[in-house]
T-cell receptor, first 117, second 115 residues
Framework: DAGVTQSPTHLIKTRGQQVTLRCSPI?????VSWYQQVLGQGPQFIFQ???????GRGNFPDRFSARQFPNYSSELNVNALLLGDSALYLC????????????????FGPGTRLTVT | GENVEQHPSTLSVQEGDSAVIKCTYS??????FPWYKQELGKRPQLIID???NVGEKKDQRIAVTLNKTAKHFSLHITETQPEDSAVYFC??????????????WGAGTKLIIKP
């Protein structure tokens, strides 16, 4: 079974540019969450999508946006990049099926390492 | 909102000894507590989790305990091996269908296994 995939693996952008990160969840998983992990810290929650609807948003500015497609893949967009946006961006998928004992386990992709110069 | 604190930030143990990492949480509505292991440059990997309806769960050399009254949970690793060296994160979440299953993470513990 394929795990969570993310693209690209690495990305270098300059301040003020825009970036789009992509995530494909595990087959059958309907929920995708995005996290930002700055070096040496734990992941910080950005968004969660379930059945193509936003179900949660962390404490991030409006420069961050996301969407989920009918096939449950997801994109994270960041506009007007700042140096502080440099981080590992992680996508996690979970089944989130009602009644399932494992429905809220989150499985992570390899991440996209974004460097803003 | 939920806040998760994790201790210690660094833990160094002799190979073969046990390691214990502790976390506390603030939101009494949290009912799902996973632990993740992250090796350098790699993704977090779920190693064990516990739900609030049980007090302890074991999986081979790894165990997690939960004290709902005190709002703390701990990871126990016995007979530590060099491959256990990594950063370990605890997290907390609510799991009702109305919630967003948002994971709130601790700051991480760097576990060093000394040969």
């Amino acid at each position: 079974d394929a795990g969570v995939t993310q693209s690209p693996t690495h990305l270098i952008k300059t301040r003020g540019q825009q970036v789009t990160l992509r995530c494909s969840p595990i087959s059958g998983h309907k929920s995708v969450s995005w996290y930002q992990q700055v070096l040496g810290q734990g992941p910080q929650f950005i968004f969660q999508y379930y059945e193509k609807e936003e179900r949660g948003r962390g404490n991030f500015p409006d420069r961050f946006s996301a969407r989920q497609f009918p096939n449950y893949s997801s994109e994270l967009n960041v506009n007007a990049l700042l140096l502080g946006d440099s981080a590992l961006y992680l996508c996690a998928s979970s089944p989130r099926a009602s009644g399932g004992s494992n429905s809220y386990e989150q499985y992570f992709g390899p991440g996209t390492r974004l460097t803003v110069t | 909102g939920e806040n998760v604190e994790q201790h210690p930030s660094t833990l160094s143990v002799q190979e073969g000894d046990s390691a214990v990492i502790k976390c506390t949480y603030s939101d009494s509505a949290s009912n799902y507590f996973p632990w993740y292991k992250q090796e350098l440059g790699k993704r977090p990997q779920l190693i064990i989790d516990i739900r609030s309806n049980v007090g302890e769960k074991k999986d081979q050399r790894i165990a997690v305990t939960l004290n709902k009254t005190a709002k703390h949970f701990s990871l126990h690793i016995t007979e530590t091996q060099p491959e256990d060296s990594a950063v370990y994160f605890c997290a907390a979440s609510t799991t009702s269908m109305d919630s967003n299953y948002q994971l709130i993470w601790g700051a991480g513990t760097k576990l060093i296994i000394k040969p």
